[in-house]
């Protein structure tokens, strides 16, 4: 819920709130590969490429990682290269 809250935040503009869900996320299982993925767009939106480029590689050849995950890893890197 709270990914899905984050990321709900974010695509309407509102970074803070957007991190505050990121947080809670992080509290409650922050090996998750969402919370990953949620990561790199926040840090992609507020302008940190280089973050925001290491997660995504990190995320995209991580075989263990869901297919999904991996496609839009691969998919925001190729919009920041």
């Not at 974010?10 to 990561?39: C, H, I, T, W």
């Not at 992609?44 to 995950?69: F, R």
């Amino acid at each position: 819920g709270y990914i899905a809250r984050g990321r709900y935040a974010l695509f309407n503009g509102d970074l803070n709130e957007s991190r505050s869900q990121l947080a809670n996320a992080e509290k409650l299982k922050p090996d998750m590969y969402e919370v990953f993925l949620l990561k790199a767009e926040i840090e992609m939106k507020s302008g940190s490429q280089t973050d925001a480029k290491n997660i995504l590689l990190s995320l995209s050849s991580d075989l263990g990682a869901p297919e999904w995950i991996r496609f839009m890893a691969e998919n925001y890197l190729k919009k920041i290269q």
